[in-house]
């Protein structure tokens, strides 16, 4: 049996953190079982997944539509497209099967590829191969997610870009609808596919932003702290405030601190940022703690601490009184 290899390549980058995430994994949920329903698509669908952040990794590979298990979900530091797109190729070059003079290879893969923001990495080199070697040889479908996904990028891997909003679910629902049903339609009649023409590009907002030396997503602040009563990793989200130089508090979400890092480009030189550029953070979202951005003194990483008194900092141990200071500098992610 012929394969139709489906690809959902996903931006787990932190600026993900939080909702547009899990609209992401629900109606990605819905899909599979959608999928999981139909004879054909279970004949012949097969399913991967690949994340990716500073670094790339994949989750679901090559598996029949019924048993997949979708794992949850988690970010990491860092917009690596360049590294994506090579790990995409490598994983299209070595498991899709080609056609021979002997025997017809799978069909044409299906890609699906999520971003909410501006590439970290140089993904030049990366786009040229890809248009070079795959982009005749499959069907890709670029998403690009809130105003800052960079449009241009994904204008330039496939002539077929949606755009959806970060935080509307009824669009969410919507847009997986149709990738459930054009992903039944190839599964039924693969040697006439349906067409792509439905999806309506919204491409004008592009996002020509010159990232600096640090490539770093500019739109967000994101700070990775450590509750120091529970011993568990949280983000704290800041957004960039319209016509001011300074960033309002959006949210702060638990992480697995050992995923995070396992997804997080390493930094030589880690980008920071004044405090006083940043609004007052909420609670600790682990214990409730009031403060959520506490700078220990000994190894500079942050945790959350009560409104007075001795706190004992989860990362290196060393305890010490909360003190107030006029100017801190934050080490934040790449977003």
């Known amino acids: 049996m012929r394969k139709l290899p489906v690809y959902f ?3 787990v980058s932190d600026s993900m953190a939080g909702a547009p995430l899990k609209l992401l994994s629900r ?4 899909v599979l079982a ?3 329903e139909d004879p054909y698509a279970l004949e012949t669908t097969y399913i991967n997944l690949i994340v990716f952040a500073g670094k790339v990794k994949k989750i679901v590979s090559n598996e029949e539509v019924y048993k997949v298990i979708l794992p949850e979900l988690h970010v990491g530091s860092g917009t690596n497209i360049g590294a ?5 190729y490598k994983d299209i070059h070595l498991n899709v099967e080609k056609t021979t003079l ?3 290879g799978d069909w044409k893969p299906l890609i699906f590829f999520f971003t909410d923001g501006a590439a970290t990495d140089d993904y030049s080199d990366s786009l040229q191969n890809w248009k070079r070697n795959i982009s005749k040889s499959s069907t890709v479908i670029g998403v690009g997610i809130g105003d800052g996904a960079d449009y241009s990028f994904l204008n330039s891997l496939t002539d077929t870009v949606v755009k959806l909003s970060s935080d509307d679910e009824k669009s969410f629902k919507e847009f997986f609808k149709w990738i459930s049903m054009s992903i039944q339609a190839n599964s039924r009649r693969i040697d006439n596919p349906t067409s792509f023409e439905r999806i309506i590009l919204d491409a004008n907002n592009q996002n020509d932003e010159k990232v ?3 490539k770093l997503d500019k739109r967000y602040v994101i700070l990775k702290a450590q509750c120091a009563q529970k011993h568990k990793g949280y983000l704290i989200k800041f957004k960039e405030a319209q016509g001011a130089d300074f960033y309002d508090f ?3 979400c638990p992480i697995d601190l050992k995923e995070y890092d396992e997804l997080s480009v390493e930094d030589i030189k880690q980008p920071a940022i004044d405090a006083n550029l940043l609004s007052r953070a909420g609670s600790c979202p682990i214990c409730s703690a009031p403060n959520s951005v506490v700078l220990c003194g ?3 990483q942050l945790h959350c601490a009560p409104t007075s008194g001795e706190v004992t900092c989860p990362w290196c141990g060393t305890t010490g009184t909360l003190q107030s200071v006029n100017s801190l500098s934050l080490n934040r992610s790449r977003g």
């Open 250 to 252: 959006d949210s702060s």
């Open 9 to 11: 390549v996903v931006d």
């Open 34 to 36: 959608e999928l999981s």
């Open 298 to 300: 000994n190894c500079k």
């Open 27 to 30: 109606q990605l949920e819905k």
């Open 84 to 88: 994506a797109l090579d790990f995409l």
């Open 102 to 104: 002997d025997k017809k």
């Open 212 to 214: 600096d030396d640090l």
